[in-house]
Each structure stands twice: as C-alpha cells, then as structure tokens.
C-alpha cells in the first residue's frame, strides 16, 4: 500500500522565512505528487501537482516543489513565507493512471508570526 | 459557486442515530471520492466512483456505512448506528475521467456523535 511521510507537524516561521516541508512517498512505480494547502475554515486546495516532465514544479502563491525519484521525496519550498501562508500543507499521492485513490500524508500546520 | 458542495456542514447526532450526508460534485466530473478525517491526521480515503459504478472501497468502510451514486451526479454516504468513533470530517471530492487531473475538494461535512 502506498504511504506518504511528513517530516514536520508543526513549523512556526517568521514573516520573510524560507520554508521547505519534507515529504517522502513509498510507492515505486510511476506516480503524481501533489501538494494540497487548507486554509483555517476552508475547504483543501490545490497548490502544485507533479505528473510528468520537469521535476521542478511551480505552484500558486509563489509555492514550489522538486520531485527527486531516487529519494522517493517531493520537498515543498517557498523562498520567503507571508503570515498568510498560514496554514496546513497536506502532501499526498496517487499511483499515475489517473483513477486510483490519493492517500495523504498527515500533513504539517504552518505558523507564520508577522 | 461552482465547486464541490456538501451539505449538511455540521451534523450532531446520538450514538447509534443513523445519519446522510450528500455531495454534489462539479457538474462534469464523472469521478466522486469520499475521506474521512481525524484530528491531527490527513485525510483517508474511504470509497471512489465512477460515474455510478463504485470502484473501491477502504477497508475503513464498515459495514455501517454505505455510499451511493444512483445517477452518476450526487452522491450519499450514510452511517448507520453511529458510534463515537465515527467523529470526525467527511470530505467529498471529484475530478475529470482523465490521467492528469487533480481533485477538487467540498468543504467537508464535520460529524459529532455524542
């Protein structure tokens, strides 16, 4: 069974902070990655997806991350954080084909301080 | 607003009450999911459809609960003689019938056994 990993639970930055969450996933055939953000009262949202190509992908918001295959990893980055970036960042992924179910990592809440 | 709906948005019950809840998916998309989440963790996944054909279900799908898609649209997930355990968020999503696509998350039904 597929799983994703969290490395942080809960980081607190200050305004104009580098950010880099970890997330590593198990599955080892072809996979999409994704990073989903949900705001405080809100629903999930997309930030970024990886399917296939340049495994440096940009997301909304001024978000990235890089797909490494050989680390099984897809590190979320953002140079410097905003207080409303506050929020919890949920990495997750999905056997490519398009029609199997996304499994989620735990996710990490983010804390930006002005 | 065109997004995924759920309705109701918070539902109280007693323990062992049976309770429905219904998702309305982006009009075009012919796949429908259900999650379930729990405090502190990310969302799991519970059952998948397409169109009204249900594809998959997660073992966390008792068998208290039941989902349906009878005409390919809406969808129900109904939990009968709720236990306390069931607590918890229960989130819909949907997305095209296509490999690259990502899905779109409703704001979630938030079910309270007491």
């Known amino acids: 069974a597929q799983s994703v990993s969290q490395h942080n639970h809960h980081v607190i930055l200050s305004e104009a902070a580098s950010l880099e969450l970890g997330c590593n996933y198990s599955y080892g055939g072809t996979v999409n990655l994704f990073w989903y953000v949900q705001y405080p009262g809100q629903h999930l949202q997309l930030l970024l997806k990886y399917f296939s190509g340049d495994p440096l992908v940009k997301g909304i918001k001024g978000f990235e991350a890089e797909f490494i295959k050989s680390k099984f990893s897809f590190n979320l980055r953002k140079p410097s954080v905003q207080w409303s970036d506050t929020a919890e960042y949920f990495c997750a992924s999905r056997n490519s084909g398009g029609y199997q179910k996304v499994t989620f990592g735990i996710g990490t809440k983010l804390q930006v301080i002005p | 607003d065109t997004g995924v709906s759920q309705d109701p948005r918070h539902k109280i019950t007693k323990r062992g009450q049976n309770v429905t809840f219904r998702c309305d998916p982006i009009s075009e998309h012919n796949r429908l999911y259900w999650y379930r989440q729990t405090l502190g963790q990310g969302p799991e996944f519970l059952t998948y459809f397409q169109n009204e054909a249900q594809l998959e279900k997660s073992r966390l799908l008792s068998d208290r609960f039941s989902a349906e898609r009878p005409k390919g649209s809406f969808s129900t997930l109904e939990i009968q003689r709720t236990e306390q355990g069931d607590s918890a968020m229960y989130l819909c999503?949907?997305?095209?019938?296509?490999?690259?696509?990502?899905?779109?998350f409703g704001q979630g039904t938030r079910l309270t056994v007491v």
């Open positions: 999503a949907s997305s095209l019938g296509l490999s690259d696509t990502e899905a779109f």
